[in-house]
C-alpha cells in the first residue's frame, strides 16, 4: 500500500505488540499515530506485559526465533531499555520426576544457542546439586535437577518498560487514548476505515493495526482458531526486606516440568512464581471463541499446588507462605508458535499483529519495526508470519508446555486473595 509520513494510522491495544508498533512508526517520523486501549489504567489491565518481570533469553527450539531474541537482547541494552534489564542469568533444568517431553524441550533449547559465539565460556552444565549451588548459593531445598545455567539471560521489569515505551510514545507524537474500549472496525466496502469506540466515537484511519493480544476475537471474529486465547496462572509471596535481600541476584529459575521464578522485585520485595502447565481456555462466550473474562483474579487450586511443590524443591522455607497477587495471565496462542504479522486477507488497510504464544514480550524493543516493514512493503514476506486460514491452535501439543489444555469451565476449585492480602504490584 502507499504510504507516506502523514498517512493516518489507527493501533488498537497499547500492550507490548501495541506500544512497540507506536514507538517505530514514530520514531520513523510517522506523524499521524493513534492508539485506542480499553483500559483505563496504564499498563493495560489485561496486558499481559502488565507485570512484575519477563525472562528476556535467547534459548529456543527454533533458531529463528534464537536470532530474533538476540537481536531483541541487544535493544534492551540501549538507552530506553536498559534501565529495565536484568542480567541475573537462567537457571533452565527439569527435575528428577520430569516427563521426556520436558526434558526434550530443554535439550533443544540448549541446542539452539550453545554452538553461538554469543554464549562461549557463558554456559555451565548442571548435573549435581553442587552445581546449583555454585550458581545459587542461596537455594536450600534438594533440587536434584538437571539442565543448565545461561549467565546471558534474565529478565524485564515489564510494567516499568512498558511505561517507559508509552512515555517514549508520547515525546515522539503519538496520540494515546485510555478508557478507549472498541466496539467495532469500520468499513467501506472491503477498506477497513478505522474504529467505533463503545462510547460512540469513530477514528478514521487509512490503516488499522489489531495489537488487541487474547482479546482479537472478540473484534475479528474472522481469526477463528488460527489463535486462541490462552491463561497461564501466577501468584505472588510477600517476602520481607531481609528475606529479600537474601535473594537478590538469584538467577530466573525454570523447572520446565514445574514452573519458574524470578529474584524479589527490588521495589515491593514479591517473589513472583509461575507454574508449569499447557494453559487455560475460556470458551464461555457469546462468539463461541475463547476470550478472556473480565475477572482474572483467582488461579486453579492445582496450579497453587504445583507452586507450592516448586518452592519446596527451592526454598522449602517459604513452601506454606501465603500466596497474594493471585491471577491469571492471558496470551494468544498459534497452532505453531509462531507470531501472525500480516494483512488481512480481503480487507484493505487492516493489518494483524498477534500469535504472542508466550514469548513475545522481550520482542518489546524489536516487533513494532517488524510491522513496520509490513505496513510499508503493503505485505508480509516471511511465510511464517502470514495470515494461516484454517489452522487450529486448540488442537495442538505445543512441545514446550506441559499438561493438557483446559477450558475455565472443567475447573473444579479456583483460589482467590482474601480481602487484605492483595498484592500491590
Known amino acids: 500500500m502507499n504510504m507516506d509520513k502523514q498517512t493516518s494510522i489507527l493501533i488498537l491495544g497499547a500492550g507490548t505488540f501495541g506500544l512497540s508498533t507506536a514507538y517505530h512508526l514514530a520514531k520513523a517520523g510517522y506523524t499521524n499515530v493513534t492508539v485506542l486501549e480499553k483500559s483505563s489504567t496504564f499498563p493495560p489491565e489485561l496486558s499481559a506485559g502488565n507485570d512484575l518481570n519477563k525472562i528476556l533469553r535467547a534459548e529456543y527450539e527454533d533458531p529463528f526465533y534464537a536470532e530474533l531474541a538476540l537481536e531483541a537482547m541487544s535493544a534492551w541494552k540501549s538507552p530506553l531499555f536498559a534501565p529495565y534489564y536484568h542480567e541475573t542469568g537462567y537457571l533452565l533444568c527439569t527435575s528428577a520426576a520430569a516427563p521426556e517431553k520436558s526434558k526434550r524441550s530443554l535439550q533443544k533449547s540448549l541446542d539452539s544457542i550453545r554452538q553461538r559465539p554469543e554464549f562461549k565460556d557463558r554456559i555451565t552444565p548442571v548435573t549435581s546439586r553442587e552445581d546449583i549451588r555454585k550458581v545459587a548459593p542461596a537455594f536450600t531445598g534438594p533440587m536434584q535437577w538437571k539442565g543448565y545455567f545461561n549467565s546471558f539471560a534474565g529478565y524485564a521489569h515489564a510494567a516499568d518498560a512498558l511505561t517507559a515505551v508509552y512515555s517514549a510514545c508520547i515525546a515522539l507524537?503519538?496520540?494515546?487514548?485510555?478508557?478507549?474500549?472498541?466496539q467495532s472496525l469500520t468499513y467501506s466496502g472491503n477498506t477497513c476505515t478505522g474504529a467505533l469506540t463503545t462510547g460512540g466515537k469513530h477514528y478514521k484511519a487509512s490503516v488499522t493495526v489489531l495489537a488487541l493480544g487474547a482479546s482479537l476475537?472478540?473484534?475479528?471474529?474472522?481469526?477463528?482458531?488460527?489463535?486462541?486465547?490462552?491463561?497461564?496462572?501466577?501468584?505472588?509471596?510477600?517476602?520481607?526486606?531481609?528475606?529479600?535481600?537474601?535473594l537478590r541476584g538469584i538467577p530466573v529459575t525454570y523447572a520446565r516440568d514445574l514452573g519458574f521464578f524470578f529474584e524479589p522485585d527490588h521495589r515491593t520485595n514479591l517473589l513472583k512464581i509461575c507454574p508449569a502447565m499447557a494453559g487455560y481456555t475460556n470458551y464461555e462466550t457469546p462468539s463461541g471463541l475463547s476470550h478472556p473474562p473480565e475477572d482474572n483474579a483467582f488461579i486453579p487450586a492445582q496450579d497453587e499446588a504445583m507452586i507450592r511443590r516448586l518452592l519446596r524443591e527451592t526454598l522449602p522455607e517459604l513452601a506454606d507462605r501465603p500466596l497474594i497477587g493471585r491471577r491469571v495471565c492471558w496470551c494468544a496462542d498459534s497452532a505453531d508458535s509462531e507470531y501472525v504479522i500480516d494483512f488481512v486477507p480481503g480487507k484493505k488497510g487492516l493489518v494483524v499483529v498477534t500469535g504472542d504464544s508466550a514469548h513475545a514480550f522481550k520482542m518489546l524493543p524489536t516487533v513494532g519495526g517488524w510491522v513496520k516493514d509490513?505496513?510499508?512493503?503493503?505485505?508480509?514476506?516471511?511465510?511464517?508470519?502470514?495470515?494461516?486460514?484454517?489452522?487450529?491452535?486448540?488442537?495442538?501439543?505445543?512441545?514446550?508446555?506441559?499438561?493438557?489444555?483446559t477450558d475455565f469451565k472443567e475447573v473444579k476449585e479456583m483460589r482467590r486473595d482474601t480481602e487484605g492480602r492483595k498484592a500491590r504490584l
Open 217 to 246: 476475537g472478540s473484534i475479528l471474529p474472522e481469526i477463528k482458531r488460527q489463535v486462541i486465547a490462552k491463561a497461564s496462572p501466577l501468584a505472588h509471596i510477600q517476602l520481607t526486606a531481609d528475606e529479600a535481600a537474601q
Open 374 to 405: 509490513v505496513l510499508e512493503k503493503g505485505q508480509q514476506d516471511r511465510g511464517r508470519w502470514k495470515w494461516k486460514e484454517g489452522n487450529d491452535a486448540a488442537a495442538v501439543d505445543i512441545s514446550w508446555r506441559v499438561g493438557k489444555n
Open 173 to 182: 507524537g503519538v496520540t494515546i487514548h485510555l478508557n478507549s474500549s472498541v
